[in-house]
């Protein structure tokens, strides 16, 4: 199974090979946008029913039947298509690559290969439910310091722009001596209302510039990728998280039989950070060469002694799929703990800058008022 996947694998990396109808799969999902969500509730209502023993097509033709009108209903409309004249379910599944990455085209394969379709899509199904969860666990852990943030910075500047302004006037009025603090926010309000457009845009325009370089490999991508990993806290729980996807995606395609080497160029191809993925090819070339996986991992400073320790107990009792989802099981829940312990540190955290700001600003604003109340309170 292993010769004939390694095989497979190769033809479909070699220069100028195409699989059959691949040109015209990808001119029909040209645009498309599946969600994640989507697709991983199709990966488990294919692994029930195949499970329960329904023939591919009609699983799939089920499927489609049930499917909202949309991208992800003509998606499965070309599978069942393909898989009924006859085309392999992961090579109908390729021509749709912006639904079903590399990874799930992948495992999907070596289940045909080894007899197993049913087995991988749990598995596969398994892997998608888990790392959606852990995706939606940060998302709605983001919501409120998000909110905050945004309230915060829309009342500071709707201050400084409409209300400042207000009491310079009075200020100048009465001519009194402004404290430095005061002068110090009169003189930002200016700057800000006299070169609005600077300031607001400034930030907008740095902010879809990082978002254009950051999408495009290269040296500014990895370069923040590198940075990300390098924050206090923040770095550390980013870490964790990849290392967790790579045990998980490593451990879950060898799982369903997809050779070594084959398996870390999918690891490497999937990964969302350029750092760990420049590590795991550095990997693949050593273990192509003959090394074991585990001398590679602790030589790249990615991986901490606990994970190649692991891996090494892997290799040589010959589990290493297993001992790879255990440590993505160990890694998740650490990093789901540290974020947990986090946001319950930076929601307060936020609330106490946002006090500070207003605070200043409203001592800023009144030192001078008190002052004009004493002069006009004098005989």
């Given at each position: 199974?292993?010769?004939?996947?390694?095989?497979?694998?190769?033809?479909?990396?070699?220069?100028?090979?195409?699989?059959?109808?691949?040109?015209?799969?990808?001119?029909?999902?040209?645009?498309?946008?599946?969600?994640?969500?989507?697709?991983?509730?199709?990966?488990?209502?294919?692994?029930?029913?195949?499970?329960?023993?329904?023939?591919?097509?009609?699983?799939?033709?089920?499927?489609?039947?049930?499917?909202?009108?949309?991208?992800?209903?003509?998606?499965?409309?070309?599978?069942?298509?393909?898989v009924s004249t006859g085309t392999p379910l992961s090579e109908a599944m390729e021509k749709h690559a912006r639904a079903f990455d590399r990874l799930f085209a992948a495992m999907v394969?070596?289940?045909?290969?080894?007899?197993?379709?049913?087995?991988?899509?749990?598995?596969?199904?398994?892997?998608?439910?888990?790392?959606?969860?852990?995706?939606?666990?940060?998302i709605n852990a983001l919501i409120y310091p998000l909110v905050i943030v945004i309230v915060a910075v829309t009342v500071i500047s709707a201050v400084i722009v409409f209300v400042i302004?207000?009491?310079?006037?009075?200020?100048?009025?009465?001519?009194?001596?402004?404290?430095?603090?005061?002068?110090?926010?009169?003189?930002?309000?200016?700057?800000?209302?006299?070169?609005?457009?600077?300031?607001?845009?400034?930030?907008?325009?740095?902010?879809?510039?990082?978002?254009?370089?950051?999408?495009?490999?290269?040296?500014?991508?990895?370069?923040?990728?590198?940075?990300?990993?390098?924050?206090?806290?923040?770095?550390?729980?980013?870490?964790?998280?990849?290392?967790?996807?790579?045990?998980?995606?490593?451990?879950?395609?060898?799982?369903?039989?997809?050779?070594?080497?084959?398996?870390?160029?999918?690891?490497?191809?999937?990964?969302?950070?350029?750092?760990?993925?420049?590590?795991?090819?550095?990997?693949?070339?050593?273990?192509?060469?003959?090394?074991?996986?585990?001398?590679?991992?602790?030589?790249?400073?990615?991986?901490?002694?606990?994970?190649?320790?692991?891996?090494?107990?892997?290799?040589?009792?010959?589990?290493?799929?297993?001992?790879?989802?255990?440590?993505?099981?160990?890694?998740?829940?650490?990093?789901?703990?540290?974020?947990?312990?986090?946001?319950?540190?930076?929601?307060?955290?936020?609330?106490i800058v946002m006090a500070i700001f207003v605070g200043l600003i409203v001592m800023a604003l009144f030192l001078p008022l008190m002052k004009i109340m004493s002069t006009l309170s004098?005989?």
């Amino acid at each position: 199974m292993a010769k004939k996947l390694q095989r497979s694998v190769a033809k479909r990396e070699a220069p100028g090979a195409a699989l059959p109808g691949v040109a015209a799969g990808a001119a029909r999902s040209k645009g498309r946008r599946v969600s994640a969500q989507a697709v991983t509730e199709f990966t488990v209502q294919l692994a029930t029913l195949s499970s329960s023993g329904i023939p591919m097509v009609r699983a799939l033709t089920i499927l489609e039947g049930q499917a909202r009108p949309g991208p992800f209903k003509d998606v499965l409309g070309d599978l069942v298509e393909d898989v009924s004249t006859g085309t392999p379910l992961s090579e109908a599944m390729e021509k749709h690559a912006r639904a079903f990455d590399r990874l799930f085209a992948a495992m999907v394969h070596a289940g045909e290969a080894g007899g197993v379709l049913d087995t991988v899509l749990e598995r596969l199904a398994t892997y998608r439910e888990r790392a959606a969860a852990l995706r939606s666990k940060v998302i709605n852990a983001l919501i409120y310091p998000l909110v905050i943030v945004i309230v915060a910075v829309t009342v500071i500047s709707a201050v400084i722009v409409f209300v400042i302004p207000r009491f310079r006037q009075i200020f100048d009025s009465f001519g009194v001596e402004l404290p430095a603090l005061t002068q110090v926010l009169l003189d930002i309000s200016s700057f800000a209302v006299r070169y609005w457009y600077g300031v607001f845009g400034l930030p907008v325009g740095l902010v879809f510039l990082h978002l254009y370089l950051v999408g495009r490999p290269g040296r500014y991508r990895y370069t923040v990728h590198r940075l990300m990993l390098r924050i206090p806290l923040l770095g550390t729980i980013l870490l964790q998280s990849l290392t967790s996807a790579f045990a998980r995606t490593f451990g879950t395609l060898l799982q369903a039989g997809v050779p070594h080497l084959d398996a870390l160029a999918i690891v490497r191809d999937t990964s969302s950070n350029d750092v760990l993925s420049e590590s795991v090819e550095t990997i693949r070339r050593t273990v192509r060469e003959g090394e074991a996986i585990s001398r590679p991992m602790e030589a790249s400073g990615v991986f901490d002694d606990l994970v190649c320790n692991m891996v090494d107990v892997g290799e040589q009792t010959g589990e290493l799929d297993r001992m790879l989802l255990r440590v993505a099981d160990a890694y998740e829940n650490q990093v789901t703990r540290r974020i947990d312990a986090f946001f319950k540190v930076l929601e307060p955290a936020l609330l106490i800058v946002m006090a500070i700001f207003v605070g200043l600003i409203v001592m800023a604003l009144f030192l001078p008022l008190m002052k004009i109340m004493s002069t006009l309170s004098q005989p």
